[in-house]
């Protein structure tokens, strides 16, 4: 078909117009198109360069190994075991139920595990999370050779925690456990390291407080992955700085036997050297195995512990705060001499109580000692002595001896939970209750009743201050990665060095004179002479009533009515070495109950094991020998340290 | 003019016309497609055979065929055009009824080695009948409301066909390119002012009616619109491809992390490495640079595309020739856009770069059309 020129003419020029309208149409998405290009790998570049690091190269932390916890002889106390595990990454898993399926084909998976995988990967899921813990050998290389068919999931031989001491040395030493949400809510800005899921952190004790030294620097690795989260190639590995090792005082034999004579009582004792104020023992029964919380504590197993009427989760040592009953005599006496209100060779006359207004307070001798001194006082215990001292001195003069010797005075230790213990004075109560001090509370304060209250570490540094006339401080850790803490001698406490040796003198005469309240537990080498003194604290109010039917004996008490039994000790006599403290809760009387535990004691550490029989009265060898027999300790082994256990 | 108002004396004949063809413009092509051969070793790891080689060997099919199709006077591609459309359609029903009776949603056809898709052919056919559909129509008849509803008519028949497939991309270029065709024929600017409005009404109205009762769309179909808008909602799922992508194109920088030497294609973090997605790793290896070189060698193809189509006076040979520039700016427009965000993903391939089997040969064959047109233009 023809068409006249014009048409042609005119369809030309549309085409040339609408054709560059065209052109400038496309030119302004080209446009468009390069300023986004430019906007993306110009301008965005570096934000985007980050993410491709992110996407490709990812940093895995190396948790370092935690510090080693070593005795004062150099034994391990806390190590770090291998410990075969799978970790699952559910961002690399794609579908982590189906891949946990298979797992459990192969290895035992309980529900609570997967349960727990399933909720920790869906909160992190970028992050490896341990699925199964603690596997055998075989259950690891069998997970090994099926890698293939788990995606997403990777073997691990990483550090556990493990105490070989077990119970002996868990109260001191704490756990560490995974960390918790709870845990991270206190911390202002963690460590990434805690961010791995099941990292473990010291949940209580000296693992919780030296924390910071313990835990090291986290090392990391740069991998290179593709975007199933596989493992292309390893860039770099930082080494992380493992935590600083930590030296404790403790003597991990002393600590061992210590706890095996405790037994199942509910008891605590601590031992110090009063020349360092080096803690040698601090032990409390019944114990529990640290090693059950860093696997994981079961529901029963908690409950067992804690349904458990002896506490054995309770450290008493510190905890615990006690009336210390009559070993409290030593302060009030000390302070009385201090005062000067009662001399050295001053007697009092007991007749078996004490009136105040129209109240009683009674000798624990209900026939009355007679005329005692300071020393016979100590020896026979007389309590009437102590009203009167007590309210010779007055409260205030009390409470601060008490606080010079320790009692009331929280001492800085890397152990939890550490009791104050209470040195009442007037501004106290006023305080604390509203009401005036009445002189009655004077008494009852005298002989270490009502409101006072230590704990068995008080008791001890007392009676190493008692036995050096020095301000022993208690300490826990000996050196630091390797670092001595520095030693000074502990200052002089400034009291008159007569009204020491007299109170000394009335601890001796407690274990050694025919009439003291401990003679059956004394040491009859005079090399390792032990001076003490019994305590009993009541936990029960006795009544007018029940004094005029006569007491009830402690044995025909319910336990938990039954009153504490106290000791504190130190030894040599002549130069004292060790001080000791000995709490047996619901033990019935001191002399009975926790003299005899004082003793054995005081003999293992001053002779660094057991000590010869001759050490004991003749007629009780026989019994001490065959007690020994019974002991369960762990084997004797050498300073490196071992895990097995008699 | 059309061509049997001139001088076809004039016309080259015989070896002379290989004087004729448009060389700068197969100079660009092997340009672009030597960039794809590079990107496609290197998305390979460095494998040749993979990738790589095959589509050398496409390319090489392809420029023959393209010199082929120029040999041949355009006059005999005009009065194909219908044929070739007919055919066409024939082939996306024959791809849809196999398709249903087989397997899934088949898109080709098995024509011995050659995996033939209609819907690449369609878009060139298309382009060819509108071109002789204008070419044919009286000038002043070409906005009259009758004769605007045939070609809308051609062009939303294979549309429907490949939407039903589904493939958006496709659809969307087949519409588009119609569109560009009308376009440069004069259609009234008042058509194209309509249907845009119309468009941009009804996307308002779909909007609108979400979480009402009388809402149009499926929730997920919402989600995925959602997910374009902003691909970091749901960053492992549909958006996970954009993320990579710009991730990848954005990491490149101003100069690339260097040739073989991109980490997220190369660690698989990008879907579809070697085909709609190449243009990432070469952005991410060559940097902003490299993308803007390749985008220059686009731009160029299209200049000589529109600088030919200009100079050209016939009318077939220019619509023809604005038709498959405008289709191939469709290409690489579409493909860039959707890999640097600016569009959601639809599958369109980068043209001469990705790896694909028939599309290389198809798109040379056009380009064979826009040689014909330019040796047999009107002297």
């Not at chain 2, 040749?48 to 090489?60: D, G, K, L």
Request: with cysteine; glycine share 10%; charged share 20%.
């Amino acid at each position: 078909m023809r068409r006249p020129p014009r048409d042609s003419q005119e369809s030309f020029r549309t085409i040339s117009r609408r054709g560059l309208m065209l052109a400038s149409l496309q030119a302004v998405f080209i446009g468009t198109l390069a300023y986004r290009m430019r906007y993306l790998q110009v301008d965005q570049a570096d934000e985007f360069r980050l993410l491709a690091e992110e996407n490709s190269i990812k940093v895995r932390l190396l948790p370092p190994a935690r510090g080693l916890i070593v005795d004062r002889n150099g034994a391990v106390v806390a190590s770090n075991e291998q410990n075969y595990r799978i970790t699952i990454i559910k961002e690399d898993a794609d579908d982590t139920e189906a891949v946990l399926d298979r797992l459990a084909r192969l290895i035992p998976l309980s529900d609570d595990d997967r349960e727990r995988t399933l909720k920790e990967a869906g909160r992190t899921p970028t992050l490896p999370i341990t699925v199964a813990d603690r596997l055998s050998w075989e259950e690891f290389s069998r997970i090994a050779v099926n890698a293939p068919a788990l995606p997403g999931v990777t073997t691990e031989v990483g550090l556990s925690r493990h105490y070989p001491l077990g119970p002996d040395l868990a109260h001191v030493l704490g756990y560490v456990g995974p960390v918790s949400d709870y845990d991270l809510s206190k911390i202002e800005d963690p460590d990434p390291l805690l961010k791995i899921p099941r990292f473990q952190i010291g949940k209580i004790g000296l693992e919780a407080k030296l924390e910071a030294d313990l835990r090291g620097k986290a090392g990391s690795r740069r991998i290179e992955v593709n975007s199933t989260g596989r493992v292309m190639r390893e860039i770099d590995r930082k080494k992380g700085d493992p935590g600083a090792s930590i030296q404790i005082t403790i003597d991990r034999r002393l600590q061992n036997y210590v706890q095996a004579r405790l037994g199942s009582e509910s008891a605590a004792a601590v031992v110090i050297d009063v020349r360092t104020g080096d803690i040698l023992a601090i032990n409390s029964a019944p114990s529990f195995d640290p090693n059950m919380f860093v696997r994981g504590i079961s529901g029963p197993e908690y409950r067992t512990l804690t349904e458990n009427d002896h506490r054995p989760l309770a450290d008493k040592s510190v905890q615990g705060a006690y009336p210390p009953g009559s070993t409290f005599k030593m302060v009030v006496a000390l302070a009385a001499l201090e005062a000067g209100v009662i001399g050295t060779g001053d007697t009092v006359w007991c007749p078996g109580y004490t009136k105040l207004g129209n109240r009683r307070f009674h000798c624990w001798k209900r026939g009355g000692h007679g005329h005692v001194a300071l020393t016979e006082s100590l020896q026979k215990s007389c309590d009437v002595f102590y009203y009167e001292a007590a309210q010779r001195v007055g409260i205030d003069a009390v409470a601060a001896m008490a606080r010079r010797l320790g009692i009331g005075v929280r001492f800085d230790l890397p152990m939890s939970a550490i009791s104050e213990g209470l040195a009442p004075d007037k501004q106290w109560k006023q305080e604390k209750y509203g009401q005036g001090w009445m002189m009655g509370d004077t008494l009852n304060s005298g002989i270490g009743q009502g409101y006072v209250l230590a704990s068995p570490l008080q008791l001890a540094v007392m009676s190493a201050r008692i036995a050096t006339g020095r301000e022993v401080m208690p300490r826990l850790v000996r050196s630091l990665n390797g670092v001595e803490v520095p030693l000074a001698e502990p200052p002089s406490l400034g009291l008159n060095e007569n009204a020491l040796r007299a109170v000394r003198k009335g601890m001796f005469d407690v274990s050694n004179s025919q009439r003291g309240t401990a003679y059956r537990s004394r040491i009859v080498d005079e090399t390792m002479w032990m001076a003490g003194k019994t305590g009993t604290s009541q936990v029960r109010n006795i009544t007018a009533a029940e004094r005029a039917r006569g007491v009830t004996k402690n044995e025909d008490l319910p336990w938990e009515r039954r009153d504490h039994a106290l000791f504190v000790a130190f030894a040599p006599y002549d130069a004292p070495r060790i001080a000791v403290s000995v709490v047996v809760e619901h033990g019935g009387g001191g002399s009975l109950a926790a003299a005899p535990i004082a003793r054995d004691i005081v003999l293992q550490a001053l002779n660094e094991g057991f000590p010869p029989l001759t050490a004991y009265p003749a007629d009780q060898r026989e019994g001490i020998e065959a007690a020994r027999e019974e002991l369960q300790l762990m084997e004797p082994e050498g300073p490196s340290g071992g895990r097995s256990r008699a | 003019m059309s061509y049997l108002e001139y001088n076809v004396k004039t016309v080259p004949t015989g070896l002379r016309k290989v004087l004729h063809v448009n060389w700068p413009l197969v100079l660009l092509l092997t340009a672009v497609a030597s960039v794809g051969f590079l990107m496609l070793y290197s998305v390979a790891g460095g494998r040749i055979e993979v990738w790589a080689e095959p589509q050398m060997e496409r390319f090489a099919v392809g420029i023959v065929a393209m010199l082929a199709i120029g040999f041949v006077p355009i006059w005999f591609w005009r009065n194909l055009s219908a044929v070739a459309y007919l055919v066409s359609l024939l082939l996306l029903v024959a791809v849809e009824i196999v398709g249903t009776i087989g397997m899934g949603a088949q898109r080709w056809i098995e024509l011995g080695p050659l995996r033939l898709q209609p819907s690449e052919l369609m878009k060139i056919a298309l382009v060819m009948l509108l071109a002789a559909y204008y070419d044919w129509l009286d000038v002043k008849k070409v906005s009259h409301p009758l004769w605007v509803i045939i070609p809308v008519v051609i062009v939303l028949v294979p549309t429907f066909l490949v939407l039903k497939q589904p493939d958006l991309g496709t659809a969307i270029l087949l519409l588009a390119g119609g569109g560009i065709v009308m376009f440069v024929a004069g259609v009234s600017l008042w058509y194209f002012a309509a249907v845009i409005a119309l468009a941009v009404g009804l996307v308002f109205t779909v909007f609108e009616s979400r979480g009402t009762e009388w809402q149009l769309i499926k929730d997920y179909q919402f989600r995925r619109i959602d997910t374009f808008l902003d691909p970091s909602t749901d960053p492992l799922g549909a958006g996970y491809n954009i993320t990579q992508a710009q991730i990848a194109l954005g990491s490149g920088g101003w100069a690339g992390k260097g040739y073989m030497q991109g980490t997220q294609s190369r660690l698989n973090f990008l879907p579809e490495k070697h085909t709609d997605f190449i243009f990432t790793t070469l952005a991410e290896e060559f940097g902003f640079i490299g993308a803007v070189s390749l985008l220059t060698l686009y731009v160029l193809i299209l200049v000589f595309c529109i600088q030919s189509a200009l100079s050209n006076r016939d009318r077939f040979s220019a619509l023809l020739t604005f038709g498959v520039g405008g289709t191939f700016f469709l290409f690489f427009m579409v493909n860039m856009s959707m890999v640097t965000g600016l569009m959601p993903v639809v599958g369109v391939p980068l043209p001469l770069v990705s790896y694909g089997g028939t599309a290389m040969i198809i798109l040379l064959g056009a380009f064979g059309l826009v040689q014909s047109a330019h040796i047999h233009r009107p002297r």
